[in-house]
């Protein structure tokens, strides 16, 4: 299948393409994508430009309407959409049905936003005076999407995009065509006007700083690595352009004395290594105390080493590939790391299955010290170090001593540290006898530190970013 861009309404072709690969089964070839240039760039923000007034002044039955359709052929189409989703990124099948499912529900949520959008009517401090305030959308948005979560992503920025009045030019990552390009071809057949959202992919070195630096373009919404992050950040800011970051982890997960074994055993195992250990919001960090540690790590490694690693499709599949070669050369260098640091590495060696395909397996690290690389950088897969402590004290001052601050768990039975945690962990998110990774898509998601920037995503909180508040004053 050719994977095109869509510009103004109309799916256009390129000169250039990449192949869309199955890591699961480099021989799989899913198509072929369009990769846009920088003036196929500059004709979709001219056309998301021109569709801006029209749409900002649509009602919200309009808006609802869309949204709504969207989100129903999402959700009907939730296994065929999962399968894509498998295919192209590695997630095993299970997991590629449960995002897609996600992004349903993300669409729908978003389409009775659109209905409840609601303003402010004050009392004026002088008299007889009207003050209103209101919510106005913003303009053209680019949007800036990782390979990790390609449909739930893209699904999560477009929806509150749109649901508030702004047009939207897309730029997802050129490892996962696929999904995004079933996306828009849904959101195409909507009801939208042409020009309202737009997709071009192609390379982001090349895309990305054209579509940050357009006069046209008023806000970036980019989630991604840090380094990149944070040069979009200082590219806004040059030009004064409202951004939303984001970023890294090193998500920590304490583990106290007077936890349940097989409660944080299990939040540990799917923190760190479901979905590859691809999630910003992964376990990579587990810090537990001197009195369990023993028995943590016994247990632990023992349900790791049974974890099934094996083609994204085939059932019964717990943990799939890595993305491609790449971030798979990348987590095996950290494995080595590690070693050679001090760690103890008990799995992370490159495994051969039936397909030739990007396998890795699970891997832990002990007798790990905070400062240790493999404690400070963001890996990417699955792997998680074990960091030794004394108390809840030390562990608290562990679990904070990060340049990230995305997401924080806790497993314990007592109310009083489950409680501290929640109010003193550096983190945007806080779990509790849960994995640090998995969220709800209707609250607002993001960090603090390193991890995020700018206001949060998801929930009614998306509405910070995608719209500017107007106060306004009357004297009837």
């Known amino acids: ?58 009602t919200p039955q309009q808006r609802f309407d869309v949204l709504d359709l969207v989100g129903t052929e999402i959700l009907a189409r939730k296994e065929e959409l999962g399968r894509l989703l ?6 095993t099948l299970p997991e590629g049905i449960g995002e897609a499912a996600r992004a349903g529900q993300i669409f729908k949520f978003f389409a009775g936003e659109a209905l409840r959008q609601a303003g402010d009517r004050l009392a004026s401090v002088r008299p007889g005076i009207e003050v209103d305030v209101t919510r106005s959308p913003l303009g053209v948005i680019g949007l800036i999407t990782p390979w990790n979560f390609p449909i739930a992503i893209p699904a999560w920025k477009i929806a509150p995009a749109i649901c508030y009045g702004n047009t939207v030019v897309l730029k997802p990552a050129e490892l996962v065509p696929g999904c995004a390009h079933a996306l828009v071809e849904i959101l195409s057949r909507s009801g939208l006007p042409e020009g309202v959202v737009n997709l071009v992919m192609g390379r982001g070195s090349q895309l990305g700083p054209r579509l940050i630096e357009s006069s046209k373009v008023k806000a970036i919404s980019f989630t991604g690595s840090v380094p990149t992050g944070r040069g979009i950040a200082a590219a806004c800011g040059a030009s004064l352009k409202k951004v939303q970051l984001e970023m890294g982890g090193k998500n920590p997960m304490v583990v106290l004395d007077d936890a349940d074994l097989d409660v944080a055993v299990d939040a540990c195992l799917n923190g760190a290594f479901f979905s590859t250990g691809q999630r910003c919001t992964a376990s990579s960090r587990l ?27 085939e059932a019964g599949v717990q943990m799939g590939p890595v993305v491609d070669g790449r971030q798979l050369e990348q987590n095996l260098s950290y494995v080595d790391i590690a070693a050679e640091d001090g760690g103890k590495v008990q799995g992370g060696e490159r495994l051969n299955r039936e397909t030739e395909g990007f396998y890795m397996a699970p891997a832990l690290v002990t007798e790990t010290s905070n400062d240790m690389r493999i404690n400070r950088e ?26 990230f601050g995305l997401s ?26 849960l994995p640090t990774a998995g969220v709800d898509y209707h609250v607002p998601f993001g960090g603090t530190k390193g991890s995020s920037f700018g206001s949060r995503e998801q929930g009614r909180y998306a509405a910070e970013f995608y719209t500017s508040v107007k106060t306004s004053y009357l004297l009837p």
């Open 408 to 433: 924080s768990g806790i497993c314990t039975t007592s109310l009083k540290h489950a409680s501290h945690f929640k109010a003193n962990a550096q983190a945007g998110m806080v779990m509790v006898n």
């Open 378 to 403: 963001e890996v990417f897969g699955p792997v998680a170090s074990v960091i030794r402590v004394k108390d809840y004290d030390e562990a608290l001052s562990v679990a904070n001593d990060t340049e």
């Open 287 to 313: 810090v537990v105390t001197e009195g369990i540690h023993d028995r943590f790590v016994a247990a632990l490694a023992e349900r790791m080493s049974a974890l099934k690693v094996g083609n994204a499709l």
């Open 1 to 58: 299948m050719d994977y095109k861009n869509l510009v103004g309404g109309s799916w256009v072709e390129t000169s250039d393409s990449t192949p869309n690969v199955n890591p699961s089964d480099i021989s799989d070839v899913l198509g072929h994508a369009a990769r846009g240039d920088a003036a196929q760039l500059d004709q979709a923000i001219e056309a998301a430009d021109r569709a801006a007034p029209s749409w900002a002044a649509s």
């Open 86 to 91: 498998s295919r192209e990124e590695g997630k």
